[in-house]
């Protein structure tokens, strides 16, 4: 469920026209909807009401800071994957102790800023990993609270690039190798072991892979505990899938919280989650405007004032977004176009032999569900700059990342003295 629906043929996110916004700000442009985020992240959390249970957003979906602090505002705690995430969960409001850091190449300043932060959890994702941490907590005379990720071998099912949990992945600890490294890591100093940490993909449409995952682990917690390990908490990653338009329908967050508390209740484990996409995705639309109807030879193409440097999901994931017109004009027939952006690549491409309205030149059309590793993954590659950030609440809009201008983007870059 959101907020952006039309009203008299009319796209509006909230109580705001697109329109409106588009002659404000000019295009092309994200629009967040406030009421979407904070509806997503509270179906989250109330499907695990009565259960001991961390829900730490994670911020790589989507990690603009008016994002962050609505959902900090909501409860909220925050899953980083790098210092520069750290610092923004901590500049949103989040407090340190709802904070978990995940990801396989952390640097030792990374460590030092968290540990110094007292952040909640660190989960570690390799034995060099690990020794790097206990050191750093040592020399700080602080201990790291840690979960070993565990890559369980399962697959998640989704596209290979998102999917995290197979043994060829980079991700987590070996499950043979598992057992030995707890044991391990009891004896280092700097390190206290909390528990299980497992995130086997992204956009999951399905229980199945799941609960295999889950399974798995649950007995890894049982032999852990056989070989004398305290393990209080469960971090059982993001990657719950959303509704994209096409495609299978993923399963709610309540059936997903049923299987769960199935499957952990005889553990007696804090749980924590890292949800991203299913809090943000269905949150954020890309609005663009429709630059030229070009008719091949083969094939129509709209091209349109966003591409892929602005959302790359088309074309690093091949994903599916829909793509629906601002203004719905009842007359118009439909036709078959390759949607498209004007940067120098064939796989700058939106959609593919798609049936819309038949759009012209100068109309707005908006990307849907683009909330979530849209504007995060963007880049100024063709140097398009940065396009801007819109959060909407009711009847209220703010730019919340405004569009950089030329000097900006040049900002960083230098002449060596003997070109000058
Ligand atoms: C990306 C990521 C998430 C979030 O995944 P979603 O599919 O957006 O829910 C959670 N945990 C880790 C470790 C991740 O890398």
Not at 161 to 167: L, Y
Request: proline share 5%; charged share 25%.
């Amino acid at each position: 469920m959101h907020h952006f629906s039309y009203n008299d043929g009319r796209l509006f996110a909230e109580d705001v026209g697109i329109e409106a916004l588009a002659g404000e700000f000019g295009t092309p442009f994200y629009v967040y909807s406030e009421a979407t985020l904070r509806r997503h992240f509270r179906v989250f959390a109330d499907a695990f009401a009565g259960a001991d249970v961390l829900v730490a957003y994670s911020v790589k979906a989507n990690p603009n800071i008016a994002v962050l602090s609505t959902l900090a505002s909501e409860g909220a705690g925050a899953d980083v994957v790098s210092g520069g995430e750290l610092q923004r969960a901590l500049r949103a409001g989040i407090a340190p102790d709802k904070i978990v850091f995940s990801g396989i190449g952390k640097t030792r300043d990374e460590m030092t800023a968290a540990l110094e932060a007292g952040i909640y959890q660190f989960n570690v994702e390799s034995g060099p990993e690990l020794l790097a941490l206990g050191e750093i907590a040592a020399a700080l005379k602080k201990t790291a609270p840690v979960a070993l990720r565990i890559n369980p071998d399962i697959a998640a099912g989704g596209h290979e690039k998102i999917s995290t949990g197979k043994a060829e992945n980079k991700f987590g600890v070996p499950w043979s190798q598992a057992r030995g490294l707890y044991l391990a890591a009891r004896e280092m100093p700097g390190i206290e072991v909390k528990g299980v940490d497992v995130h086997i993909g992204s956009q999951i449409a399905d229980l199945a892979p799941f609960e295999a995952a889950f399974k798995k682990v649950a007995t890894l917690i049982a032999d852990l505990r056989a070989d004398g390990s305290t393990i209080d908490r469960l971090d059982l990653g993001g990657g719950l899938g959303i509704p994209y338009g096409e495609g299978a329908t993923p399963p709610h967050p309540d059936a997903y919280a049923q299987m769960i508390k199935r499957v952990t209740k005889p553990l007696g484990v804090q749980l924590i989650f890292e949800p991203g996409r299913m809090i943000a995705g269905n949150a954020g639309i890309l609005v663009s405007r429709v630059l030229y109807v070009k008719e091949g030879d083969e094939r129509r193409f709209l091209i349109i004032d966003a591409a892929m440097n602005d959302l790359i999901r088309p074309a690093l994931y091949d994903a599916y977004h829909d793509i629906i017109p601002v203004i719905k004009h009842a007359d118009r027939d439909s036709a078959i176009f390759d949607v498209v952006g004007p940067i120098c690549e064939t796989s700058d491409r939106f959609a593919q032999a798609r049936r819309l309205p038949e759009l012209k030149a100068g109309e707005l059309v908006a990307v849907m569900s683009a909330g979530a590793y849209g504007a995060s993954q963007t880049s100024e590659y063709n140097s398009r700059p940065l396009i801007p950030e819109i959060l909407v609440s009711g009847a209220r809009h703010a730019i919340i990342r405004r569009r950089p201008c030329f000097e900006d983007m040049i900002s960083y870059e230098q002449m060596p003295d003997w070109l000058s």
